[in-house]
Protein backbone atom coordinates (compact mmCIF):
# COMPACT_ATOMS: atom_id res chain seq x y z
CA UNK A 1 0.00 0.00 0.00
CA UNK A 2 1.59 3.34 -1.00
CA UNK A 3 0.16 6.54 0.92
CA UNK A 4 0.48 9.98 -1.40
CA UNK A 5 3.42 11.86 -0.92
CA UNK A 6 3.07 15.50 0.21
CA UNK A 7 3.55 17.53 -2.74
CA UNK A 8 6.99 19.21 -1.77
CA UNK A 9 8.35 15.95 -1.42
CA UNK A 10 7.11 14.76 -4.73
CA UNK A 11 9.02 18.27 -6.35
CA UNK A 12 11.93 17.21 -4.21
CA UNK A 13 12.11 13.84 -6.00
CA UNK A 14 10.94 15.40 -9.57
CA UNK A 15 14.11 16.80 -9.49
CA UNK A 16 16.67 14.61 -9.26
CA UNK A 17 14.61 12.01 -11.33
CA UNK A 18 14.79 14.92 -14.23
CA UNK A 19 18.22 15.22 -13.69
CA UNK A 20 18.42 11.54 -14.33
CA UNK A 21 16.33 11.86 -17.69
CA UNK A 22 18.99 14.84 -18.85
CA UNK A 23 22.02 12.11 -18.04
CA UNK A 24 20.19 9.41 -19.67
CA UNK A 25 18.98 11.85 -22.84
CA UNK A 26 22.96 11.99 -22.97
CA UNK A 27 23.45 8.77 -23.05
CA UNK A 28 25.30 8.45 -19.86
CA UNK A 29 23.15 6.73 -18.01
CA UNK A 30 24.40 3.69 -15.89
CA UNK A 31 23.12 0.24 -14.48
CA UNK A 32 25.09 -2.05 -13.18
CA UNK A 33 24.40 -5.15 -15.51
CA UNK A 34 23.55 -8.37 -13.23
CA UNK A 35 26.00 -11.26 -13.46
CA UNK A 36 24.30 -14.52 -12.27
CA UNK A 37 27.18 -16.22 -10.18
CA UNK A 38 30.45 -16.42 -9.78
CA UNK A 39 33.33 -14.09 -11.74
CA UNK A 40 35.65 -15.93 -14.00
CA UNK A 41 36.89 -16.01 -17.14
CA UNK A 42 33.15 -16.52 -18.37
CA UNK A 43 30.17 -15.35 -16.38
CA UNK A 44 26.05 -15.87 -16.70
CA UNK A 45 24.48 -12.81 -17.84
CA UNK A 46 20.64 -13.21 -18.82
CA UNK A 47 21.40 -16.83 -18.60
CA UNK A 48 23.89 -16.83 -21.19
CA UNK A 49 27.30 -18.48 -21.05
CA UNK A 50 29.05 -14.58 -21.63
CA UNK A 51 32.96 -14.14 -21.92
CA UNK A 52 33.95 -11.48 -18.92
CA UNK A 53 36.73 -8.94 -20.69
CA UNK A 54 36.23 -6.25 -17.85
CA UNK A 55 36.77 -7.17 -14.46
CA UNK A 56 40.12 -5.81 -12.40
CA UNK A 57 40.39 -9.29 -10.92
CA UNK A 58 43.72 -9.86 -13.48
CA UNK A 59 44.64 -12.96 -11.85
CA UNK A 60 41.50 -14.64 -11.41
CA UNK A 61 42.31 -14.66 -7.75
CA UNK A 62 38.67 -14.11 -6.51
CA UNK A 63 37.77 -17.73 -7.02
CA UNK A 64 40.94 -19.54 -6.63
CA UNK A 65 39.98 -21.94 -3.95
CA UNK A 66 42.91 -21.49 -1.30
CA UNK A 67 42.37 -17.90 -1.74
CA UNK A 68 38.38 -18.75 -1.04
CA UNK A 69 39.87 -21.25 1.48
CA UNK A 70 42.30 -18.27 3.50
CA UNK A 71 39.00 -16.13 3.64
CA UNK A 72 36.96 -18.83 5.44
CA UNK A 73 39.47 -19.76 7.71
CA UNK A 74 40.23 -16.13 8.50
CA UNK A 75 36.52 -16.19 9.74
CA UNK A 76 36.98 -19.18 11.38
CA UNK A 77 39.66 -17.99 13.23
CA UNK A 78 38.78 -13.69 14.25
CA UNK A 79 35.26 -13.54 12.65
CA UNK A 80 33.05 -12.09 10.48
CA UNK A 81 33.86 -8.35 10.76
CA UNK A 82 36.76 -6.42 12.12
CA UNK A 83 34.40 -5.01 15.50
CA UNK A 84 35.83 -1.26 15.38
CA UNK A 85 38.62 0.82 14.42
CA UNK A 86 41.76 -0.35 15.10
CA UNK A 87 42.21 2.92 16.68
CA UNK A 88 39.44 2.21 19.05
CA UNK A 89 39.65 -2.20 19.22
CA UNK A 90 43.11 -2.91 18.33
CA UNK A 91 44.68 -4.26 15.20
CA UNK A 92 44.08 -7.89 14.64
CA UNK A 93 47.06 -10.30 14.07
CA UNK A 94 46.16 -11.09 10.77
CA UNK A 95 46.13 -7.36 10.13
CA UNK A 96 49.60 -6.89 11.18
CA UNK A 97 50.41 -9.93 9.25
CA UNK A 98 48.97 -8.40 6.03
CA UNK A 99 51.28 -5.06 6.71
CA UNK A 100 54.58 -6.96 7.08
CA UNK A 101 53.61 -9.21 3.98
CA UNK A 102 53.09 -5.92 1.87
CA UNK A 103 55.84 -3.79 2.96
CA UNK A 104 57.68 -7.21 1.95
CA UNK A 105 55.92 -7.07 -1.74
CA UNK A 106 56.70 -3.56 -2.02
CA UNK A 107 60.49 -3.45 -0.14
CA UNK A 108 59.26 -0.71 2.04
CA UNK A 109 59.99 -0.15 6.00
CA UNK A 110 55.75 -1.07 6.74
CA UNK A 111 52.33 -0.36 5.61
CA UNK A 112 49.24 0.47 7.15
CA UNK A 113 46.17 -1.45 5.43
CA UNK A 114 42.87 0.53 4.56
CA UNK A 115 39.12 -0.25 3.66
CA UNK A 116 39.64 0.41 0.41
CA UNK A 117 41.38 2.24 -2.56
CA UNK A 118 38.85 5.19 -2.34
CA UNK A 119 39.94 5.34 1.39
CA UNK A 120 43.44 4.82 1.31
CA UNK A 121 43.69 7.70 -1.20
CA UNK A 122 41.35 10.30 0.50
CA UNK A 123 43.08 9.46 3.84
CA UNK A 124 46.42 9.80 3.09
CA UNK A 125 46.37 12.91 0.87
CA UNK A 126 43.91 14.40 3.14
CA UNK A 127 46.23 14.18 6.13
CA UNK A 128 49.78 15.17 4.65
CA UNK A 129 48.66 18.23 2.58
CA UNK A 130 46.67 21.07 3.61
CA UNK A 131 45.71 24.63 2.89
CA UNK A 132 48.97 26.30 1.91
CA UNK A 133 50.14 23.41 0.22
CA UNK A 134 50.32 22.34 -2.95
CA UNK A 135 49.29 19.28 -5.04
CA UNK A 136 50.65 18.27 -8.70
CA UNK A 137 48.15 15.74 -10.21
CA UNK A 138 48.06 14.42 -13.54
CA UNK A 139 45.10 15.28 -15.56
CA UNK A 140 43.85 11.60 -16.27
CA UNK A 141 44.56 10.26 -12.35
CA UNK A 142 41.34 8.26 -10.56
CA UNK A 143 38.61 9.87 -9.19
CA UNK A 144 39.71 9.02 -5.78
CA UNK A 145 42.59 11.32 -6.35
CA UNK A 146 40.48 14.04 -7.52
CA UNK A 147 38.59 13.71 -4.47
CA UNK A 148 41.09 13.34 -2.08
CA UNK A 149 42.88 16.79 -3.46
CA UNK A 150 39.66 18.52 -2.97
CA UNK A 151 39.55 17.68 0.51
CA UNK A 152 42.78 18.33 1.54
CA UNK A 153 42.25 22.29 0.82
CA UNK A 154 45.14 22.20 -0.50
CA UNK A 155 46.21 24.26 -3.75
CA UNK A 156 45.75 21.88 -6.85
CA UNK A 157 47.92 22.04 -9.84
CA UNK A 158 46.46 19.76 -12.64
CA UNK A 159 49.56 19.11 -14.82
CA UNK A 160 49.14 17.15 -18.67
CA UNK A 161 49.08 13.52 -18.83
CA UNK A 162 52.71 12.30 -18.70
CA UNK A 163 53.70 15.71 -19.12
CA UNK A 164 56.92 16.08 -16.92
CA UNK A 165 58.22 19.06 -18.82
CA UNK A 166 55.38 20.94 -17.87
CA UNK A 167 55.06 19.78 -14.63
CA UNK A 168 58.54 20.76 -14.13
CA UNK A 169 57.79 24.17 -15.59
CA UNK A 170 55.19 24.61 -12.86
CA UNK A 171 57.44 23.24 -10.14
CA UNK A 172 59.80 26.35 -10.84
CA UNK A 173 56.86 28.78 -11.51
CA UNK A 174 55.54 28.31 -8.27
CA UNK A 175 56.21 30.63 -5.11
CA UNK A 176 56.86 28.91 -1.59
CA UNK A 177 54.20 26.70 -0.74
CA UNK A 178 54.87 25.43 2.59
CA UNK A 179 54.80 21.49 1.63
CA UNK A 180 54.52 19.74 -1.61
CA UNK A 181 53.33 16.65 -3.30
CA UNK A 182 53.32 14.93 -7.14
CA UNK A 183 50.71 12.71 -6.82
CA UNK A 184 49.80 9.89 -9.72
CA UNK A 185 48.40 6.47 -10.95
CA UNK A 186 51.08 4.12 -11.60
CA UNK A 187 49.18 2.37 -13.96
CA UNK A 188 45.96 5.08 -15.70
CA UNK A 189 43.08 3.34 -15.07
CA UNK A 190 41.45 3.87 -18.54
CA UNK A 191 44.50 3.98 -20.56
CA UNK A 192 46.53 1.23 -19.59
CA UNK A 193 49.61 3.44 -19.74
CA UNK A 194 51.95 3.91 -17.41
CA UNK A 195 53.22 6.93 -15.22
CA UNK A 196 56.75 8.87 -16.43
CA UNK A 197 58.41 7.44 -12.87
CA UNK A 198 62.27 8.32 -13.61
CA UNK A 199 61.38 11.38 -14.23
CA UNK A 200 59.13 11.93 -11.53
CA UNK A 201 61.57 10.65 -9.24
CA UNK A 202 63.93 13.27 -10.16
CA UNK A 203 61.71 16.43 -10.33
CA UNK A 204 60.47 15.02 -6.61
CA UNK A 205 64.06 14.86 -5.27
CA UNK A 206 65.24 18.03 -7.41
CA UNK A 207 62.09 20.89 -6.25
CA UNK A 208 61.80 18.87 -2.69
CA UNK A 209 58.15 17.23 -3.31
CA UNK A 210 56.71 14.21 -1.87
CA UNK A 211 55.98 11.49 -4.61
CA UNK A 212 52.72 9.40 -4.45
CA UNK A 213 51.99 6.92 -6.68
CA UNK A 214 48.52 4.73 -6.61
CA UNK A 215 49.43 1.41 -7.63
CA UNK A 216 45.89 0.43 -7.96
CA UNK A 217 46.47 -1.52 -10.73
CA UNK A 218 50.01 -2.61 -11.10
CA UNK A 219 49.86 -4.41 -7.65
CA UNK A 220 50.22 -8.14 -7.78
CA UNK A 221 50.69 -7.72 -12.64
CA UNK A 222 53.00 -4.61 -13.00
CA UNK A 223 57.02 -5.52 -12.00
CA UNK A 224 59.01 -8.01 -10.76
CA UNK A 225 57.06 -10.40 -8.80
CA UNK A 226 53.83 -7.75 -9.32
CA UNK A 227 55.59 -5.59 -7.08
CA UNK A 228 54.30 -2.57 -8.57
CA UNK A 229 55.36 0.67 -10.77
CA UNK A 230 58.37 1.80 -8.85
CA UNK A 231 59.69 -1.95 -9.41
CA UNK A 232 58.51 -1.86 -12.70
CA UNK A 233 61.56 1.22 -13.38
CA UNK A 234 64.17 -0.20 -10.75
CA UNK A 235 62.90 2.41 -8.48
CA UNK A 236 61.88 0.65 -5.08
CA UNK A 237 62.90 2.78 -2.26
CA UNK A 238 62.33 6.33 -4.23
CA UNK A 239 58.97 6.83 -4.20
CA UNK A 240 57.68 7.76 -0.79
CA UNK A 241 54.06 7.01 -0.44
CA UNK A 242 53.29 3.46 -2.63
CA UNK A 243 49.52 2.75 -2.22
CA UNK A 244 48.21 -0.40 -3.95
CA UNK A 245 44.77 -1.92 -3.65
CA UNK A 246 43.59 -5.19 -2.58
CA UNK A 247 40.80 -5.52 -4.64
CA UNK A 248 42.02 -5.98 -8.21
CA UNK A 249 44.75 -8.20 -9.01
CA UNK A 250 44.97 -9.51 -5.23
CA UNK A 251 41.05 -10.63 -5.97
CA UNK A 252 39.99 -9.13 -2.34
CA UNK A 253 38.98 -6.13 -1.03
CA UNK A 254 40.70 -3.58 0.52
CA UNK A 255 43.73 -1.17 -0.10
CA UNK A 256 47.35 -0.18 1.68
CA UNK A 257 49.97 2.52 1.93
CA UNK A 258 53.62 1.22 1.95
CA UNK A 259 56.32 3.49 2.94
CA UNK A 260 58.87 4.89 6.11
CA UNK A 261 57.74 4.08 9.20
CA UNK A 262 57.10 7.97 10.08
CA UNK A 263 55.05 8.21 6.66
CA UNK A 264 52.81 5.20 8.46
CA UNK A 265 52.63 6.24 11.76
CA UNK A 266 51.67 9.46 10.96
CA UNK A 267 49.07 8.57 8.36
CA UNK A 268 47.84 6.29 11.71
CA UNK A 269 47.76 9.41 13.53
CA UNK A 270 46.17 11.82 11.10
CA UNK A 271 44.61 10.22 8.01
CA UNK A 272 40.82 10.08 8.97
CA UNK A 273 39.41 7.30 6.79
CA UNK A 274 41.92 5.24 8.84
CA UNK A 275 40.87 6.75 12.32
CA UNK A 276 37.00 6.90 11.99
CA UNK A 277 36.30 3.64 10.27
CA UNK A 278 35.96 0.21 11.04
CA UNK A 279 39.27 -2.20 10.32
CA UNK A 280 39.16 -4.46 7.21
CA UNK A 281 37.43 -7.58 7.94
CA UNK A 282 39.34 -10.51 8.51
CA UNK A 283 38.35 -12.50 5.52
CA UNK A 284 39.76 -9.47 3.02
CA UNK A 285 42.66 -9.74 5.07
CA UNK A 286 42.98 -13.02 4.86
CA UNK A 287 42.51 -13.73 1.22
CA UNK A 288 44.51 -10.88 0.40
CA UNK A 289 47.35 -12.62 2.14
CA UNK A 290 46.79 -16.19 0.65
CA UNK A 291 46.67 -13.83 -3.09
CA UNK A 292 50.25 -12.67 -2.19
CA UNK A 293 51.63 -16.11 -1.63
CA UNK A 294 50.16 -17.35 -5.15
CA UNK A 295 51.94 -14.36 -6.77
CA UNK A 296 54.80 -16.14 -5.45
CA UNK A 297 53.57 -19.73 -6.49
CA UNK A 298 51.82 -19.17 -9.32
CA UNK A 299 54.39 -16.55 -11.50
CA UNK A 300 51.95 -18.21 -14.94
CA UNK A 301 48.94 -16.25 -14.01
CA UNK A 302 50.65 -12.84 -14.71
CA UNK A 303 52.63 -13.95 -18.02
CA UNK A 304 49.46 -15.46 -19.11
CA UNK A 305 47.71 -12.39 -18.90
CA UNK A 306 50.71 -10.41 -20.59
CA UNK A 307 50.33 -12.83 -22.91
CA UNK A 308 46.53 -12.75 -23.78
CA UNK A 309 46.70 -8.53 -23.65
CA UNK A 310 49.55 -9.04 -26.41
CA UNK A 311 47.22 -10.89 -28.29
CA UNK A 312 44.37 -9.00 -28.25
CA UNK A 313 46.14 -5.57 -28.72
CA UNK A 314 47.63 -7.05 -32.12
CA UNK A 315 44.30 -8.76 -33.18
CA UNK A 316 42.46 -5.52 -32.16
CA UNK A 317 45.10 -3.42 -34.33
CA UNK A 318 44.90 -5.52 -37.43
CA UNK A 319 41.41 -5.33 -37.42
CA UNK A 320 41.13 -1.47 -37.50
CA UNK A 321 40.37 -0.55 -34.22
CA UNK A 322 42.08 2.20 -32.47
CA UNK A 323 43.70 1.05 -29.23
CA UNK A 324 44.69 4.30 -27.53
CA UNK A 325 48.62 4.07 -25.45
CA UNK A 326 48.16 1.27 -23.43
CA UNK A 327 51.18 -0.31 -22.29
CA UNK A 328 49.54 -2.57 -20.34
CA UNK A 329 46.63 -5.34 -20.01
CA UNK A 330 43.80 -2.35 -19.88
CA UNK A 331 43.58 -1.86 -23.60
CA UNK A 332 41.36 1.01 -24.37
CA UNK A 333 39.28 0.73 -27.59
CA UNK A 334 38.39 4.00 -28.51
CA UNK A 335 35.04 4.88 -29.51
CA UNK A 336 34.43 8.27 -29.15
CA UNK A 337 30.66 9.15 -28.83
CA UNK A 338 28.81 7.65 -26.49
CA UNK A 339 25.81 6.65 -27.70
CA UNK A 340 28.04 4.51 -30.43
CA UNK A 341 30.03 3.14 -27.47
CA UNK A 342 27.14 1.66 -25.51
CA UNK A 343 25.97 0.41 -29.56
CA UNK A 344 29.45 -1.55 -29.53
CA UNK A 345 29.18 -2.89 -26.11
CA UNK A 346 25.43 -3.88 -26.50
CA UNK A 347 26.43 -5.66 -29.93
CA UNK A 348 29.66 -7.56 -28.42
CA UNK A 349 26.59 -8.67 -25.29
CA UNK A 350 24.84 -10.44 -28.32
CA UNK A 351 28.35 -11.75 -29.42
CA UNK A 352 28.93 -13.19 -26.29
CA UNK A 353 31.11 -10.74 -25.06
CA UNK A 354 31.10 -8.43 -22.00
CA UNK A 355 33.48 -5.62 -22.37
CA UNK A 356 32.19 -2.21 -20.50
CA UNK A 357 31.46 0.72 -22.36
CA UNK A 358 33.60 3.96 -20.57
CA UNK A 359 31.80 7.22 -20.98
CA UNK A 360 32.11 10.71 -19.21
CA UNK A 361 32.81 11.28 -16.80
CA UNK A 362 34.98 8.54 -16.32
CA UNK A 363 36.68 9.69 -19.43
CA UNK A 364 36.83 12.82 -21.72
CA UNK A 365 33.87 14.06 -23.76
CA UNK A 366 34.22 12.71 -27.28
CA UNK A 367 36.68 9.35 -25.93
CA UNK A 368 34.09 7.46 -24.77
CA UNK A 369 35.88 3.72 -25.05
CA UNK A 370 35.38 -0.26 -24.34
CA UNK A 371 37.69 -0.80 -21.75
CA UNK A 372 38.89 -4.19 -22.54
CA UNK A 373 40.84 -6.26 -20.18
CA UNK A 374 41.82 -9.99 -20.55
CA UNK A 375 42.82 -12.07 -17.19
CA UNK A 376 45.18 -14.71 -16.56
CA UNK A 377 42.11 -17.24 -16.63
CA UNK A 378 41.65 -16.71 -20.34
CA UNK A 379 42.91 -19.17 -22.95
CA UNK A 380 44.07 -18.19 -26.32
CA UNK A 381 40.54 -19.62 -27.67
CA UNK A 382 38.93 -17.12 -25.72
CA UNK A 383 41.09 -14.71 -27.29
CA UNK A 384 40.24 -15.75 -30.98
CA UNK A 385 36.14 -15.63 -29.78
CA UNK A 386 36.63 -12.01 -28.39
CA UNK A 387 38.38 -11.21 -31.60
CA UNK A 388 36.09 -12.47 -33.93
CA UNK A 389 32.99 -10.78 -31.81
CA UNK A 390 35.05 -7.51 -31.91
CA UNK A 391 35.21 -7.94 -35.61
CA UNK A 392 30.86 -8.75 -36.38
CA UNK A 393 30.35 -6.07 -33.79
CA UNK A 394 33.02 -3.71 -35.41
CA UNK A 395 31.15 -4.30 -38.66
CA UNK A 396 27.78 -4.02 -37.49
CA UNK A 397 28.36 -0.31 -35.61
CA UNK A 398 30.11 0.79 -38.10
CA UNK A 399 33.47 1.32 -35.93
CA UNK A 400 35.78 -0.35 -38.35
C1 LIG B 1 40.04 1.14 -8.30
C2 LIG B 1 40.93 2.29 -8.06
C3 LIG B 1 40.98 2.90 -6.81
C4 LIG B 1 40.00 2.57 -5.73
O1 LIG B 1 40.24 1.32 -5.16
P1 LIG B 1 39.07 0.57 -4.41
O2 LIG B 1 39.76 -0.43 -3.57
O3 LIG B 1 38.22 -0.03 -5.47
O4 LIG B 1 38.34 1.60 -3.60
C5 LIG B 1 41.91 3.88 -6.60
N1 LIG B 1 42.76 4.26 -7.59
C6 LIG B 1 42.73 3.71 -8.81
C7 LIG B 1 43.69 4.15 -9.85
C8 LIG B 1 41.80 2.71 -9.08
O5 LIG B 1 41.72 2.20 -10.29
Known amino acids: MTTARPDSVAEKYDAIIRELEEIEARDLLRKPRLIEGPIGPHVTIDGRD ?10 G ?17 YGAGAGASRLVAGTLSIHEELETALARLKGTETAIAFGSGYL ?7 ALMRRGDVIYSDELNHASIIDACRLSRATVRIFPHKDTHALEKMLRDDPNFRRRLI ?11 IAPLPELVRLASEF ?7 DAHATGVVGPQGRGTAAHF ?8 QMGTLSKALGSYGAFVAGARGLIDYLVNRARSFIFTTALPPASAGAALEALRVLEREPHRRERLWKNAE ?5 LRSRGFELGMSETFIIPVIIGGARECLAMAETLLENGVFAQAIRPPSVPEGASRLRVVPTGEHNMDDMEFALEAFNRAGKKCGVV
Open 234 to 241: GLEGQVDI
Open 311 to 315: MLKAG
Open 208 to 214: DCYLMVD
Open 61 to 77: LTNHPAVKRAAHEAIDS
Open 50 to 59: TLLLCTNDYL
Open 120 to 126: ANVGTVS
Open 183 to 193: VTDGVFSMDGD
